[in-house]
């Protein structure tokens, strides 16, 4: 299964909102995850079964979609939120993550 | 408190093999599913492999599978990661995942990562 995350960067403010999108090549029910990494760091898990917050994430983030299209919002940037995000198909294998998305600084 | 840490990683022959390992503590090892995923400098998260809690179920990537094997000793609280064959794409930032929850889904997403150790296949 291909994931396609768009875009693949973007440029935003603080106190914007930021919406990524993550498409699947078939539909994989809600079983997604999302990721954030920043340089020179492991990923962190954000969002598991396509909207659910792991513990300790700010309410800020949100996933929500099903089936092939799913998106990762963030409603207010803040200035540690300016990492690359992945999504991951957790549906069959072989697992797969999208390409990632790099949130940078306008 | 949660931790995983990977050792073994390092330069490798094309066509040589390493061995990666990852000490697990903090958690009870035997109940949960752990994977491997790599990399590559610059690029984006591959996962690798994944094993089921037991031992009994592993998942390999296209691009290892009959190169690479993971298990586990739950008696120790270890994951391995046996490269055969290695390659120059093999060359990687390789982290030890521990998966989420015991049963599918929950098993595959990963809530604790490792920091990672990078292998090198180069002549």
């Known amino acids: 299964i291909q994931l396609t995350q768009s875009p693949s960067s973007l440029s935003a403010s603080v106190k914007d909102r930021v919406t990524i999108t993550c498409r699947a090549s078939?539909?994989?029910?809600?079983?997604l995850a999302w990721y954030q990494q920043k340089p020179g760091k492991a990923p962190k898990l954000l969002i598991y079964?396509?909207?659910t917050l792991q513990t300790g994430v700010p309410s800020r983030f949100s996933g929500s979609g099903s089936g092939a299209d799913f998106t990762l919002t963030i409603s207010s940037l803040q200035p540690e939120d300016f990492a690359t995000y992945y999504c991951?198909?957790?549906?069959?294998?072989?697992?797969?993550f999208g390409g990632g998305t790099k949130v940078e600084i306008k | 408190e949660v931790q995983v840490v990977e050792s073994g990683g390092g330069l490798g022959q094309p066509g040589g093999s390493l061995r990666l390992s990852c000490a697990a503590s903090?958690?009870?090892?035997?109940?949960?599913?752990m994977s491997w995923v790599r990399q590559a400098p610059g690029k984006g998260l591959e996962w690798v492999s994944t094993?089921?809690?037991?031992?009994?179920?592993?998942f390999y990537a296209d691009s290892v599978k009959g190169r690479f094997t993971v298990s586990r000793d739950n008696s120790d609280n270890t994951l391995y990661l046996q490269m055969d064959s290695l390659r120059a794409e093999d060359t990687a930032i390789y982290y030890c995942?521990?998966?989420?929850?015991?049963?599918?889904?929950?098993?595959?997403?990963?809530?604790?990562w490792g920091q990672g150790t990078l292998v090198t296949v180069s002549s």
């Open positions: 903090g958690f009870t090892f035997s109940t949960y599913a």
């Open positions: 991951q198909q957790l549906n069959s294998f072989p697992l797969t």
């Open positions: 079964a396509a909207s």
């Open positions: 094993i089921g809690a037991g031992g009994g179920d592993t």
């Open positions: 995942a521990k998966g989420l929850g015991s049963l599918f889904p929950l098993s595959r997403v990963v809530d604790y």
């Open positions: 078939q539909g994989i029910s809600s079983y």
